[in-house]
Each structure stands twice: as C-alpha cells, then as structure tokens.
C-alpha cells in the first residue's frame, strides 16, 4: 500500500465548554506534514475532547482546524477524509474483515473492483492477509486493532488520529504494535495525531508531544525536551520523575550556575534558563537517575552538588534500584542501574548523593512549597 | 460435567457424590417444570385428545373435516392472520422510530417517553379498550372534534378501523421494548465510525444501525405476531362482524355452542398455523445471514 503522504494540521484558539465547564481551552498548535504528534495528559485534560473536535464529533465552541490550508471546523465528519483508529477498534460485528475496511471504499464510491486488491493490500500491510472472510469476533484484540488500522488506512487518508488504541492490548503486545504502528506511518508518510495517557508510549512513538492539562497545553515539544527540560512541575512530574527542589536564588558561580539556597537552608547549584534573578524563588526538577550514590569516601567527579541524607526505602525495580533518601525533611528519590557494582545500601544508612547543576532544571514558574520534596 | 451442580467440587463429584443428589439444576428447575406439566402440558393434551375424540368413543377427525369443509372457518383464520400481520407491521413502522429516540435522546425526553411506554403497557388491555370505544365513539372526543371543526364524523368503530387502532395502541409496547433492547446494545462507537469512514447520517444508520438491530426487529415482529394472532377483547369489542378473529370463534363454540370438541379442533388448527409460521419464517428470514454482510 502507498500512501498519499500527510497534510499539515493546525489547530487555532480551538476551544470547547459544556455549559459553564471548560474542556478545552483555546488550544493552539502546528502538526508539520507526516509528523507523530501525540496528545498527552491525565484523563480529563482535554485531549480526547480535542480529537474529538478535530475528528468532527464534537463541535467547537471557538477556535478553528485547519487540514494543509482547508478550515474544516464546520466540516461534517464524513467530509474530512481523517483515518481514525478508535479506543475499542469500533469495527462493525456485522461484517466481515474485508467489508469492514471496504467499508470507507464503498462510502467514498470508489470502484467495486478496487475494493478486493485494496483490502488485500490494506491486510498484507498490517500483516494479516488472508482474513478477509473471518468476523471481528472470531479475531484477538491485537488482529482487531490491525484490522482496525487497516480500516483507517485503506482510503489513504492524509492525517490519522488515533485515540487510545493500544489501551486494551496487554504489554507485550502493546509494545509490539507500537513498532507496527511506527513502521506502518513511516512507510505511509502519514500524519499522526496520538491520543494516550501512557507517557512511556507517548516518549516512544512521537516526533512531538503535547502535554495537556484541564484543557490547556502545557508544553510542546519533542520527548528530549519535555524529559530534559521540562516547562513547569506538571510536565516534570508527569513524563517520567522528578524530585522537585524549591529555593531562593542567591548569586552566580564564575560558570554561570546560578547559587540557591534551599529549605533548611541547605545549597546547591542549578543550571538557569532564560534570565533568573538574584533574589528570585524558583522550583527545580532534578530526574532520579541523574542522582549519584558516592561511595564511601569517594569524591565528586564534577559534581558541583553533593547532600547527605538516611537510606529510608529501597524499591527493587529489576533493571533498576531505588532509593528513597530523607535529607532533613525533604525525601529524595534516586535511581541507579541495577549491577552498577558495590553493595546497595540498607535501610537506615547514611549515603551522600551527587549531582551536577546542569541537570537541576529550573522551572518556568515558581512552585508554592507544597511541591518541594519527591511525592 | 460439574456445570449441572457447580457448587459441588469436581473432585466430589468424580467421588460419585453426585449419584446420591439430584442435580441442582433440577432442583431449580423442578417448580417451574411442574407448574408448566400442571397448567400447560397436561391441558394441552386434554385438548389434543378432545379434538380427535368421537362422541361414542374411539378416534375421529370429524372436527378437522368441518374445518376445511366450511369456507367460514376458513375465511376467519385469513382474516386472523390478515389482521396479525397488518398490526405486526404498524407496530413496527411506529415502534422503530420510536425505540430509535429512546435510545438516542438526551435522558429526561427518553425517560418521559419511556412512562408512557410503560404506563401503556402496565394497564389492562380491557382498561385501554373502553377507552378507545371513548373516544373512537359515533359520539366520541375524536368525532366531537371533527364535527367541531366542521368535517364529516368518521367511522372508526365496529369495523377494521377500531380492530387495528386499539390492537395496535395495545401491541405497541411489546415492540417498542424488543426493539429498545436490542438498540440499546449497539455501540455509538460504531455510527462514529461509520460517519469517520465517510458514511453520511443516513448511511451510517442504513449500514450500521439498522442490520443491527435486526435482531430485534425480528424478535418484535414475532413477539407481537404470536400475540396478535390469539387476540380476543380487542377484536370482539372494537370490531364488527367482518372481523371475528379465530379467539372469538372459538370462545363462541365454549360458551354458546359448547362445542369443546370443535373449538379444541380450531384451537390446534391454530397452534399448528403458528408453529408453521414461525418456522417458515426462521428459514425464509434466516436471522443470522440477513444480519451479517460480506463483500
């Protein structure tokens, strides 16, 4: 199967409220043509709503969607030509494999004798040919999401949104259709649109991510972005972890680290981002693994961060240990790879952790005190 | 095995626990087996035996002959079957629309429709046929109303007309129910798709909805068709003498001609034509290949 490549896919002011409730609030945002853009964010946060809308299920209350330059926002939905793979695969029980994805043919009038080496084509792709005459029920639900895929793709659609779909897979599974997916957008030159609350596939599908929250976007960005440089506490702490450290900012080092000093008023060293103000209050993120456990009488090798605290947790995590260390009354959470060698501490030891001021990442707005300390 | 008695283990019952108690399942099903033997079974084979009995003892199929040799009796299980299929196809047409916006409206207007349903389903049918004489009447609200307006009264009573109103006025919940069953079943999901995959709204409900709730159409055809085809009060009080139905000939040959030989004879001659039709039907329609579309 080819593809028809992608449309670029811009959303203006996109708004939506139910009554007084606001759902989406203003979302603007720029899909380049064939980009995997993924809509992140807890339930609730919009992102469904937002799909929805440019789906053509829901209509919005403000704002615009444009498909290349094509306003569709009073589009009906049969008119958009948007693949769409829905939560629970949505595929018709009453008919076969093959009339489900000649279903778009057939609506779409295109030629009944296109229809069979379409299906064919559409099936070998999403790797399940020769189940054209089998009913949805008689499939696993890994074949019903291909089926699924196939169904959206078969038309050649421009842009594909895809909502959830990988939800109800098992683990193994899901990580395997994630690869599939990839592979099948890439080969097709599609645009995505991703909905999921899962960050984990969200890092490891999207070109972009757009993290949202009650209806507004938080960040947008690439999954290097977001991780390393989170906007604000919210992205910090819902792509990945992070320990939240909050303190007042007291000068400069000669490298241009800034000098913080923090709850109890204990110090350390932070990268600034953008122009930070001696005097200012500031909240920093801080991922677990860039936390290093110093040995005992082992120096800092560059770091210009090193705090002392008690061993109150440990969390066997398989590939990695973790370590939950009280440092006065803040709660710091290290990560450190399993078999990096030397004997893991005990509950109740004292350890120094170690850090350098780069991978403190300051965050845009300041954050009230109740998020200081890992959760 | 274990599945006739599950809340004995399997190993209990590979023990041969199982051979000195009755299954459960039995135990469940034995009351309503005897009512059933007890009200409907035995009373069925009396009217069996009834129907081929000779007055002098022995076998006679008399009874059966009278039937066919009478174009009367004939014509009235036309005229039965006739109207049972008129008022299985009003209800339909009616029902599907309406079941269509129960399960669609927002909740208060589907409740509300809903106790109307309901209210029309729980009260007496003898109750709701007065009603219809009420207001069907040569002096009755509908015609008050026509007069008023200046148009000619209507004769809508002791004829057809009244037969298929308060049939159908009674019938329509069943329908109505049946349907909303089935179409509440199907997943929105699935009309969402269908308008994604390029389906117009009617297209969608032509594709999708409606080959699925298929299943109930035909349970609600069938359903007010049996129905029908035993009606009695409505027929007799709403029509006239070209609408006696098989139930009121038969009720007659009891209480008039105490024929319960005769009557018995009609009632299997209908019992017989009903079985028939449902299983004409299963085949003609044959439910699952009408409710399934390949490519």
């Known amino acids: ?375 | 095995m274990s599945q006739s008695s599950p809340f004995v283990p399997a190993t209990a019952a590979a023990m041969g626990r199982r051979s000195r108690r009755p299954p459960l399942a039995l135990c469940l099903l034995l009351p309503a087996l005897l009512l059933l033997g007890f009200v409907f079974l035995y009373p069925m084979l009396d009217i069996v035996l009834r129907s081929i009995a000779a007055p002098r003892g022995g076998v006679s199929l008399a009874h059966y002959g009278k039937i066919i040799a009478q174009p009367a009796y004939l014509r009235v299980f036309l005229i039965t079957f006739e109207i049972a299929l008129s008022v299985t196809v009003a209800t339909l047409l009616l029902g599907y629309p309406l079941a269509y916006v129960l399960v669609t409206a927002r909740r208060g207007i589907a409740a509300a429709i809903m106790a109307c349903v309901l209210l029309a389903f729980f009260t007496d049918v003898l109750v709701r046929t007065y009603a219809w004489l009420v207001i069907l009447g040569p002096e009755g609200a509908l015609n008050q109303v026509l007069r008023a307006l200046g148009s000619a009264p209507l004769n809508l009573l002791y004829n057809r007309y009244g037969v298929l109103l308060g049939m159908c006025y009674a019938l329509l919940p069943y329908m109505v129910l049946t349907l909303y069953s089935v179409m509440r079943g199907i997943d929105r999901n699935l009309l969402q798709a269908a308008r994604n995959l390029g389906a117009s709204d009617w297209r969608a409900f032509r594709h999708v909805f409606l080959p699925l709730s298929l299943p109930g159409i035909a349970g609600g055809s069938l359903l007010v068709f049996i129905l029908a085809i035993g009606y009695f009060i409505t027929p007799r009080l709403l029509g006239g003498a070209g609408d006696q139905m098989i139930a009121m000939v038969i009720e007659q040959q009891v209480e008039l001609g105490v024929d319960w030989g005769f009557a018995s004879a009609l009632a299997i001659v209908l019992l017989a034509l009903t079985i028939l039709g449902f299983l004409l039907y299963d085949r003609l329609v044959g439910l699952k290949s009408l409710f399934e579309s390949k490519i």
Not at chain 1, 24 to 36: I, W
Not at chain 1, 173 to 190: N, P, S, W
Not at chain 1, 191 to 204: C, I, K, N, R, S
């Open chain 1, 1 to 375: 199967m080819r593809g028809a490549g992608g449309a670029a896919l811009r959303l203006e002011g996109l708004g939506k409220s139910y009554g007084g409730v606001t759902a989406v609030a203003g979302v603007s945002l720029a899909v380049h043509a064939g980009e995997f853009v993924t809509l992140l964010g807890p339930s609730g946060s919009g992102k469904t709503t937002t799909l929805m809308m440019i789906a053509g299920f829901v209509a919005p209350s403000a704002g615009e969607i444009m498909i290349d330059s094509r306003p569709v926002a009073r589009v009906p939905p049969e008119k958009r030509g948007l693949g769409m793979v829905f939560q629970n695969y949505a595929l018709f029980p009453h008919m076969t494999v093959a009339a489900n994805i000649a279903f778009p043919l057939k609506m779409r009038g295109w030629p009944r004798a296109e229809w069979r080496p379409r299906v064919a084509r559409a099936l070998e792709m999403v790797k399940l040919p020769g189940y054209e005459e089998r009913f949805p029920r008689q499939l696993s639900g890994g074949q019903q999401q291909r089926v699924a895929l196939a169904r959206a793709l078969v038309f050649e659609p421009r842009v594909l949104l895809m909502d959830e779909p990988l939800g109800a897979l098992d683990k193994k599974l899901r990580e395997h259709m994630q690869a599939e997916i990839k592979r099948i957008q890439r080969a097709l030159g599609v645009t995505v649109l991703y909905v999921t609350h899962d960050q984990e596939e969200a890092l490891t599908m999207s070109d972009r991510i757009v993290v949202m929250r009650d209806g507004r976007i938080e960040q947008f960005g690439t999954p290097v972005e977001l991780y390393e440089e989170p906007a604000n506490a919210f992205v910090a702490d819902f792509i990945g972890e992070s320990n939240f450290l909050s303190g007042t900012v007291v000068g400069f080092a000669p490298d241009g680290s800034a000098e913080l000093r923090g709850a109890g008023g204990r110090r350390f060293r932070a990268a600034p981002r953008g122009a930070v103000a001696a005097g200012a209050a500031v909240a920093a993120a801080l991922r677990p693994e860039r936390l290093r456990l110093m040995r005992n009488g082992e120096e800092s090798s560059g770091e210009e961060n090193c705090w002392e605290g008690r061993v109150a947790e440990i969390v066997y995590l398989g590939e990695a240990i973790k370590l939950r260390v009280a440092v006065d009354e803040l709660t710091l959470t290290a990560k450190m790879r399993n078999g990096d060698g030397g004997p893991t501490p005990c509950p109740g030891d004292r350890v120094r952790l170690a850090w350098r001021a780069d991978h403190t990442v300051l965050l845009g707005t300041p954050q009230p005190g109740e998020e200081a300390g890992a959760p």
